[in-house]
């Protein structure tokens, strides 16, 4: 059979040329010529119109709820949305070395027991596969691999054997015969992306997809991969930390933002039950510049640990420094701090981290970053056992946040006594063991925490 004619078209106009230019030669632009099939017709174009699809009212389609497959990882659980789902397709993508063929090939082998799996190794041979299951102790008995980057062949087996999931490690590696072009370019992660999808709705089969990364952290192939999968999850973590979030950004079965933590061990990826441990520092008294905050991570509170340092700069710019939160947001509260509260930083260094390698997406850490560099400025610790939440507008009030309630409830029950935050938060009913105090402008939190 002979292969099917290709040419190159652009992303951005849709212009066409026959072979690959840096340049498209319609809208000039640069990089955007991918490799496409030409699709040949089939039938005359003067043939009758196809026969109509039958039309379905919605009211009429029964809503039944989708069967989970839980993976025996509760914390990669509750990313997915509580398991898998059949006909459904998940891409994990992360940076080299963060984890992802370890906790995949964890889960198969806890789901092996009662599923048929089949793990698909584009980058691995299956000695390496097995030495791996080896060393984390796992029993890999019913696990079957294949290790194959031919898109054609990994279909034909995956329709034969017809397995209840099916792993992918890597989609940058798989190519498809019909295209010219290396694996990994946009035209064959495309192809081999929506081929494996059209496989996994029709036959109802879980499909894990595993993508590399870019530079930037997100991930490598058209930005169209994103849209044709059920999830998209992003593993997180420092190489040299043995700490890794795996966060929900796509999910059509869950909720979104959810994070599951892990700690990585001999033994492979282990399930943190008390994340908000990681998070805090444990100091034998209370030091200036510290401020403890809770974020809400999808349905988790999570209690993070905000430092700032604020020290006299020594340059005509004074340096200011985020990690874990948004730099412009550091500027926008300083300005704020400046106007409202009468508390000037313009001849400061400041510098603001939250602990453990988290990042912090929600304006309800704005009140602690503030309250972190008043600390740090004066020198002066913040009240035992606080915590602190809140969003800062630009005019000095302080915004209620979402789930407060809940977010009050997991600090005392991790010991917290005392806690600042917006009026619209305090509770109706008194929360044993915290003494909740409400404030309405940033001037009030700085009096009730100093």
């Known amino acids: 059979m002979a292969k099917p004619k290709t040419n190159y078209t652009c992303t951005e106009c849709g ?3 026959s072979k690959w230019q840096g340049q498209c030669p319609a809208c000039l632009g640069w990089n955007t010529l991918v490799e496409t099939i030409i699709e040949v017709p089939t039938a005359n174009r003067y043939a009758p119109l196809a ?7 919605l009211s009429e389609v029964e809503a039944a709820e989708v069967p989970r497959q839980p993976t025996g990882i509760l914390e990669f659980d509750r990313v997915l949305g509580g398991g898998l789902v059949p006909g459904g397709v998940v891409l994990i993508g992360g940076d080299p070395g963060i984890g992802k063929s370890t906790l995949l090939l964890q889960a198969l082998c806890h789901i092996g027991d009662q599923r048929r799996v089949i793990y698909v190794s584009g980058e691995e041979s299956a000695q390496q596969i097995a030495m791996r299951a080896k060393r984390l102790s ?32 890597s989609i940058q590696t798989v190519y498809s015969e019909a295209l010219q072009s290396a694996p990994g370019s946009v035209a064959q992660v495309r192809e081999c992306s929506a081929q494996l999808t059209r496989l996994a709705k029709q036959i109802g089969i879980t499909i894990i997809l595993v993508g590399h990364v870019t530079k930037e952290g997100t991930l490598a192939g058209p930005r169209v991969l994103e849209h044709i999968v059920d ?4 593993f997180e973590g420092d190489p040299n930390s043995s700490f890794r979030l795996i966060r929900a950004f796509k999910n059509r079965f869950g909720a979104v933002n959810e994070l599951g933590v892990f700690a990585m061990t001999e033994k492979g990826l282990r399930e943190v039950s008390n994340p908000s441990a990681l998070f805090l520092s444990h100091h034998s008294e209370q030091v200036a510049g510290s401020c403890i905050t809770v974020t809400q991570e999808g349905t988790r509170p999570l209690l993070v640990e905000v430092q700032a340092l604020v020290d006299e700069a020594h340059a005509p710019n004074p340096k200011r420094l985020c990690v874990g939160l948004e730099q412009n947001r550091l500027a926008m509260l300083l300005a704020v701090l400046h106007r409202h509260a009468g508390v000037a930083c313009f001849d400061q260094d400041v510098f603001v981290n939250a602990v453990g ?4 997406n929600e304006p309800a850490a704005d009140l602690a970053v503030l309250l972190a560099i008043v600390s740090s400025l004066n020198n002066k610790a913040l009240q035992h056992k606080l915590i602190v939440f809140g969003e800062v507008g630009l005019a000095g009030e302080v915004r209620p946040v979402q789930r ?5 409830k997991e ?16 509770p109706k009913h008194a929360i044993p063991g915290i003494a909740v105090t409400g404030v309405e402008r940033v001037e009030q939190a700085l009096n009730n925490a100093l």
Do not use: C, M, W
Request: net charge positive; hydrophobic share 50%.
């Open 138 to 169: 796992l029993d890999a008995g019913p696990l079957q691999l294949l290790a194959e980057i031919s898109l054609e062949k990994i279909l034909a087996t995956v329709l034969a054997h017809k397995p209840d999931v099916a792993v992918i490690d």
């Open 411 to 426: 600090a005392a029950k991790l010991g917290f006594t005392q806690a600042i935050v917006p009026k619209a938060n305090l």
């Open 404 to 408: 407060g309630q809940e977010r009050l």
């Open 15 to 17: 212009g066409q040329a």
């Open 357 to 360: 390698g988290v990042r912090i």
């Open 51 to 57: 026969q109509a699809s039958v039309l379905q009212k």
């Open 231 to 234: 999830t998209v999850l992003y």
